[in-house]
C-alpha cells in the first residue's frame, strides 16, 4: 500500500503561482511513476502531468505545458506540481496518484494509489 497526501492549495488571482505538493508513504519502492490529475466542478477528472522514475521522464497535457512543471524529490518521497502564470480555468480539485507499472501515464485508471485532493482556486 502507499499513502498520498497532498498540500498547497488555495486561492489565488489569475497570473499568481502554487506549489502543490504529494508526500508518499508506505511501500514508496513499487512506485513507478505518479501523476497529477485535476477535477473541475461538473467535468469528469483529467491529467495534468506525470513523471516516470526510470527512465526519468515528465509528461503534461497540452493545457498547462509551459505553464506547470512537476518534479520529485526521491528523498523525501514527495513529488511536486508548480503551477505557474495560473488561470481561472485551472480551477480544480488536485488529486495525486501513483501506479505500480508501465503503461499509459495519462489514464486514472491506470493508477494504483490516490491522495484526497487539495483544492485550487483561481480568481480572475
Known amino acids: 500500500q502507499v499513502q498520498l497526501v497532498e498540500s498547497g492549495g488555495g486561492l489565488v488571482q489569475a497570473g499568481d503561482s502554487l506549489r502543490l505538493s504529494c508526500a508518499a508513504s508506505?511501500?514508496?519502492?513499487?512506485?513507478?511513476?505518479m501523476g497529477w490529475f485535476r477535477q473541475a466542478p461538473g467535468k469528469e477528472r483529467e491529467f495534468v502531468a506525470a513523471i516516470l522514475w526510470s527512465p526519468s521522464r515528465v509528461y503534461y497535457a497540452d493545457s498547462v505545458k509551459g505553464r506547470f512543471t512537476i518534479s520529485r524529490d526521491s528523498a523525501k518521497n514527495t513529488v511536486y506540481l508548480q503551477m505557474n502564470s495560473l488561470k481561472p480555468e485551472d480551477t480544480a480539485i488536485y488529486y495525486c496518484?501513483?501506479?505500480?507499472?508501465?503503461?499509459?501515464?495519462?489514464?486514472?485508471?491506470?493508477?494504483?494509489?490516490w491522495g484526497q485532493g487539495t483544492q485550487v482556486t483561481v480568481s480572475s
Open positions: 508506505g511501500r514508496t519502492s513499487s512506485t513507478f511513476a
Open positions: 496518484a501513483a501506479k505500480g507499472s508501465s503503461g499509459t501515464y495519462y489514464l486514472e485508471v491506470e493508477y494504483d494509489y
